[in-house]
Every structure is written in C-alpha cells, then in structure tokens.
C-alpha cells in the first residue's frame, strides 16, 4: 500500500479516502492505473479525474451506501467495481450495525485486490468460470428458532469465500484471538489467508505446479480433515516455530501454503507504504538506506526479507513503547524464508 496525492490541491491522501481533507475534492480509485484521483463531476453520474478531463467513470454502485469509494469505466456493463462485482451475500446496508459490518469488510477486501492488482492475479468472477470463480458471501450470525446463536465459519470452498460478519467488530474478533490463542487476527488476514486457498488453486493445482509445492509444503494429499481435527486435538508439533509461520500453518499444506500466501502479501504491501514513507532501514548494522525499488515488482523475495527483518523489529520496539503486543509477532526462519521465496515465485510468475 502507498500514499496518493490530490492533484486538485497536492494534499497526502490515502487509499480508503473518499474526499480530499483539504480542499474537499471527491476521490476514487482507478483500477487501471491503481491510483487515487480527485474527481470532478460531469453531469449527474459520471466523473472525470482532474488530471484528465476527457476521461470518464462511474461511481461503483456500492458507493451509494459509502461501502466502496472504487470507479467504474463507464464502457463496462457491470455496475460494480474490480472488488464488489464478486460479491453474492453482503450485510443489510439498511441497518446501522450491519451496515458498519460491511463498510469495514470491504475496505479489507479492496486492500486485498489491490495486491491482485499490483501482481495481475487471477481473479475470475463466477460468470467467467462458474465452478471456480472468486466469490464472496458475508454472512451475520443468526438466531436460530430454538434461541442459539449460529455463527458462520470463515472459510474457503473452491473459490468461494465466507467472512463471519461479526468479526468487522472489534471486540469480538479480539476475544476469538485470545480463545484461540492466536498472536495476530484481522480482516484483511482472513481475506489475505482465504485468498491463498484459492490462489492455491489457481496457480499451483490448476497450473501444473503440485508436485514443486509439495517438494516445499509437504504431501496435500493427505487427508485435510483428519489433519485439522488433529491439529485441534494435539496442537502443533514440539518445533513448529523452526518450519511454519504460525501454529495453524503446521495443520496441513494447504493451510500452511495459505498462511505463506497471507504473510508473503503483508510484507511487500507493508514495505510498499514504507518507501511511500521514505522510511530508511538499516540492515546488518549497515548504514541506513531508503527502499529504492517498488517491492512489487522486486523479483528476489530474500531482499524483500532483509527490509523487512529492521522494518518489523521497529515496528514492534515503537508497540512496546506504547505498551502494546508486538505487531508482527513472528519469525522468519530459514525454511520459512523458503517457503515465502517459492510462493513469491509463484505469484510473480517465476515457475
């Protein structure tokens, strides 16, 4: 991620903003150009970025409920934006509380598209492969007739992605960290963690790459329910920390390739808004230096690592000063470097 710039006024602006806190300029986000322009409108629908008049777009038609500050052309059919058109069950925009539910849940899931932008991943909507297509249901919890509660599972099942609504709040998203005893729970980490299974699918299944992922993750083929009922039963293996990113990494390949996946796409979206920042790193006890390179576009993923190591132990010194759990609470090992290095590989299409 990366800061913008108002080309009305100059102001900093950022990615989920709607209007430009200085001179007020309505924003949006073109997907072409991956850039956050100040608008002006045209006519009753339609807008055209400052910095080119002759062009011309569409709010996304979720904008109405201030869910999605995204464009679209308006040559498209569809009404929605790159990351709403994928959408089946969203919450009630009409109540306050669901409302609040979905407007957080989507800013989660633009940050998500944004790196499927930047990496040009696939992402099909249901229309154009309608067994495998990236879906998305965001379901509330429900009263069931007998008075309990049923709480929907965050998940992925071939394409399909299910968010548990009621983790848009943040009370209760921290409580399930703390039951499950998990060092880090967010949003965009379920989406950026579901989103893995699914690339999984789409650029190692369906690519020809199983047996090079397995060559690294481990054998998939073993059974994944089984797996995961014995991860909840024993929890991880005694040395854990020296393979995987996290304990629920170490429950099978798929689990463990999604959690990559996920990890693989804070680092460089995290180190993007660094240089965005002009932050200067210092590696090895070197001389600091600026991050020179857009890490998108870095092709080595070991030299996105060595940023990262200074820039997540400053992040997590500055949470200690503010008496807070450290930010990134965890430890990028040689085998887990590995494991980043070959999904890096992969999402930049160097297998």
Not at 18 to 42: D, H, P, Q, Y
Not at 146 to 170: C, F, N, S
């Amino acid at each position: 991620m990366r800061t913008f710039s108002c080309a009305n006024c100059g102001n900093t602006t950022y990615f989920d903003n709607r209007n430009c806190i200085k001179c007020g300029a309505r924003l949006g986000f073109v997907t072409e150009t991956k850039s956050l322009e100040a608008l002006m409108g045209t006519d009753e629908s339609t807008w055209a970025p400052v910095t080119d008049n002759d062009k011309r777009y569409l709010l996304c038609a979720n904008a109405v409920s201030d869910v999605c500050n995204w464009l679209v052309d308006t040559d498209s059919t569809e009404p929605f934006c790159r990351a709403c058109r994928h959408n089946r069950l969203v919450p009630n925009a009409g109540l306050p509380h669901t409302l609040a539910h979905w407007q957080a849940i989507a800013a989660a899931q633009r940050h998500l598209f944004y790196s499927f932008l930047k990496w040009d991943l696939p992402a099909p909507t249901r229309q154009e492969d309608p067994t495998g297509g990236l879906l998305f249901d965001f379901l509330e919890d429900r009263q069931l007739p007998d008075g309990t509660i049923e709480k929907p599972m965050t998940g992925h099942d071939e394409g399909l992605i299910t968010i548990r609504a009621a983790e848009a709040e943040d009370e209760e998203r921290e409580a399930l960290r703390a039951q499950m005893h998990e060092p880090y729970r967010t949003l965009l980490g379920h989406f950026r963690h579901e989103a893995g299974h699914f690339i999984w699918n789409q650029m190692v299944r369906d690519s020809g790459l199983t047996d090079q992922c397995r060559e690294v993750f481990g054998d998939d083929s073993q059974n994944y329910g089984e797996a995961l009922q014995r991860h909840y039963q024993e929890g991880p293996p005694p040395d854990w920390q020296t393979h995987f990113i996290s304990e629920y990494a170490s429950s099978h390949p798929w689990e463990d390739f999604a959690e990559t996946f996920a990890h693989c796409l804070h680092i460089t979206d995290t180190l993007e808004m660094a240089r965005s920042h002009q932050m200067r790193l210092s590696i090895g006890g070197q001389p600091a230096h600026e991050i020179a390179a857009d890490p998108y576009t870095e092709k080595h993923f070991d030299k996105l690592a060595d940023l990262w190591i200074p820039l997540s132990i400053t992040m997590n010194s500055l949470h200690d000063s503010m008496g807070e759990r450290p930010l990134y609470p965890f430890i990028l090992t040689p085998s887990v470097r590995a494991k980043l290095s070959f999904v890096h590989r992969v999402i930049t299409r160097q297998l």
